[in-house]
């Protein structure tokens, strides 16, 4: 048994949605037992977000516009994928379910306000369109498949928005609802990124958390491997649209993946690695349009490359907070009293760096949470402020984080000399480092207007592109 994975990109439109449909039939016709996880249509999350705030805030052109795009995108792919049969019943059900849109939108216009779990609502539709699509779509291309919603399996607490799992209720259910199934060879097509509480209320998973949920049935369904299937060779040495010469990395360790991607490889969600580790269950990252070509396949203990950095990240959209002061030196506790302070706001934290003689601390976060991490601190350290133990609060907006990644680092000097020396070429300078308590990777922070090129320098440094 395996679960295969399909990203917003290669369920774009109709067309894609077809070839998708092909890979699953592939797969089920020639002896094996996919469960298949479905994004949203490629755009169709950003868009329903967007509308919804714009709902909130009366700003109706914007809503109505969204509203017909949904129409017309859901509608032109149902027609295309639809066996003749079958088109007038999914046509109804695209319908419905844009209707429910439209009415959830007035709902948030008369209240003039938009709650998490309204959101959640809202932003659960693009799933929930899309596995009546590729379900259809399946049975259309010769092989049994039915349309499942992931809010009667996985089971989850109530941060909307970012809701976490609770995997023994989740393995019941999953169980309970998909081995029957499977039992009849009926494939069935699971909505990505959603759950719901225990209670019923619509939860997401976070942005992007469609591999998670494929992580998640893996897990509860003890499956051989999970396939990510997206738009590109699998995991590479950089964002191939920021590096045009990076290759694939043919294997990587769980330690690995999980770094690349909380540095910024969004071609897996943080998250997918956690429920895989725990059963070893192997990972492979394919290509919707090319499946024939290269993958990566990430696994407890890949083969050595010999590499010592595999890949190159960044992470945009972010600010460096600093807190300085000559009196902060060797005094205790007051790491703890910053990073709680933080913690507070729920604000989290991507990397954090302090200078050796104690005089400063600084850290990084998402731009948008700069305000109230300033407001934060400033209300923690006040009686430091006034005492004159600390002297400056600041941030530098407009920064991002490039890192390196790699198992290899390890005990090796002189990376860090290296990264250094090849940004120091490109004349971009280095606000900030740190090395990850892993020892798996460094990053290191500059202006965002550098990020590229500097991802594009430490490629080359490294010989990454070959
Ligand atoms: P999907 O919609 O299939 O989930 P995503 O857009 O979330 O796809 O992730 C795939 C994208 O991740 C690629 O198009 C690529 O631009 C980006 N990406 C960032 N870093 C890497 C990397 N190291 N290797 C491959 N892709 C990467
Ligand atoms: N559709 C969701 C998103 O855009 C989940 C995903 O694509 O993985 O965030
Ligand atoms: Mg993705």
Excluded at 212 to 224: N, R, S
Excluded at 423 to 431: A, D, F, P, T, W
Aim: aromatic content about 4%; some cysteine.
């Amino acid at each position: 048994m395996v679960v295969m994975k399909f990203g917003g990109t290669s369920v774009g439109d109709g067309e894609r949605i077809l070839r998708a449909a092909r890979i699953v039939v592939c797969e089920a016709t020639t002896g094996g037992t996919p469960v298949v996880v479905v994004s949203a249509m490629e755009g169709v999350t950003d868009a329903l977000i967007r509308a919804a705030r714009a709902a909130a805030h009366h700003k109706s052109d914007l809503l109505h516009r969204t509203i017909a795009e949904l129409y017309s995108r859901h509608e032109g792919a149902a027609r295309k994928v639809a066996a003749p049969g079958e088109r007038g019943t999914l046509l109804t059900e695209v319908r419905a379910l844009v209707r429910e849109f439209e009415n959830l939108c007035s709902a948030i216009q008369v209240l003039g306000e938009l709650t998490p779990r309204g959101l959640d609502a809202v932003a659960s539709l693009g799933e929930r369109l899309s596995v009546r699509l590729l379900a259809t779509a399946v049975r259309r291309e010769g092989a049994p498949a039915r349309a499942i919603e992931a809010t009667g399996l996985i089971v989850t607490n109530d941060r909307h928005g970012a809701a976490s799992p609770l995997l023994e209720p989740t393995r019941k259910r999953t169980r309970a609802v998909l081995l029957p199934l499977l039992e009849e060879g009926v494939t069935p097509v699971v909505t990505g990124f959603i759950g719901a509480t225990a209670e019923g209320a619509i939860t997401t998973l976070g942005r992007g958390g469609s591999d998670f949920t494929a992580a998640i049935l893996g897990y509860c369904l003890d499956v051989e491997e999970v396939w990510i299937w997206t738009d590109v060779d699998g995991v590479m040495t950089a964002d191939p649209r920021i590096v045009p010469e990076a290759r694939t990395l043919p294997e990587l360790s769980y330690a690995e993946a999980a770094e690349l991607s909380y540095f910024g490889a969004k071609v897996i969600h943080p998250k997918t690695i956690l429920p895989a580790v725990e059963r070893k269950i192997p990972i492979r990252i394919k290509n919707t349009f090319n499946p024939d070509g290269p993958s990566t396949l990430i696994v407890d203990q890949p083969r050595n490359n010999g590499a010592l950095v595999k890949a190159i990240t960044s992470i945009k959209g972010l600010s460096l907070l600093t807190v300085e002061g000559r009196g902060m030196l060797g005094v205790p506790g007051i790491a703890a009293k910053l990073f709680s302070a933080v913690a507070e706001q729920g604000i989290s934290v991507l990397m954090i760096s302090q200078s050796s003689s104690e005089q400063s601390i600084c850290f990084v976060i998402r731009d948008e949470e700069t305000e109230g991490a300033l407001r934060a601190l400033e209300e923690a350290f006040a009686p430091e402020l006034a005492g004159r133990n600390v002297d400056r609060i600041w941030a530098e907006r407009g920064v991002a984080i490039v890192a390196a990644v790699g198992k290899g680092m390890k005990e090796v000097p002189g990376i860090a000399a290296k990264l250094f020396g090849a940004l120091g070429r490109e004349g971009i300078n280095v606000i900030s480092i740190a090395q990850g308590s892993s020892e798996y990777n460094v990053s290191l922070v500059v202006k965002e207007g550098e990020v590229d090129q500097a991802v594009r320098a430490i490629h080359r440094e490294f010989a990454l592109g070959g």
